[in-house]
């Protein structure tokens, strides 16, 4: 259930910011669709400079560049849309195989 609801938010999210972008793009007629790491760092930037401190520092460095770098410059509409669509997924596939293990009488 709570899978669900994060993946629906998710994936709402996806499509606000894909109509957004649609929005721009018809104002101004250049398709410049907006990068998750901006979209971040518009919403809140400490939270994005504490999350690259902490995985630079704690994790490890190349997970930071060049993977997370590597998402982060990606269209944030396609990001949001395709982690929804996973995180649905992966939550019906859960709820799918733990209903076969449960006894439902005739």
């Given at each position: 259930?709570?899978?669900?609801?994060?993946?629906?938010?998710?994936?709402?999210?996806?499509?606000?910011?894909?109509?957004?972008?649609?929005?721009?793009?018809?104002?101004?007629?250049?398709?410049?669709?907006?990068?998750?790491?901006?979209?971040?760092?518009?919403?809140?930037?400490?939270?994005?400079?504490?999350?690259?401190?902490?995985?630079?520092?704690?994790?490890?460095?190349?997970?930071?560049?060049?993977?997370?770098?590597?998402?982060l410059l990606c269209w944030a509409f396609a990001v949001?849309?395709?982690?929804?669509?996973?995180?649905?997924?992966?939550?019906?596939?859960?709820?799918?195989?733990?209903?076969?293990?449960?006894?439902?009488?005739?």
């Amino acid at each position: 259930m709570i899978g669900r609801l994060v993946g629906w938010i998710i994936f709402l999210a996806g499509l606000a910011v894909l109509a957004h972008d649609v929005r721009d793009w018809i104002d101004t007629k250049h398709w410049a669709p907006v990068a998750l790491g901006q979209l971040w760092f518009d919403l809140d930037r400490s939270s994005l400079n504490l999350v690259q401190a902490v995985v630079q520092r704690y994790i490890h460095p190349f997970l930071w560049d060049p993977i997370i770098v590597t998402i982060l410059l990606c269209w944030a509409f396609a990001v949001l849309l395709a982690l929804g669509a996973l995180i649905l997924a992966l939550s019906h596939w859960r709820t799918r195989r733990a209903g076969r293990f449960t006894h439902r009488p005739s």
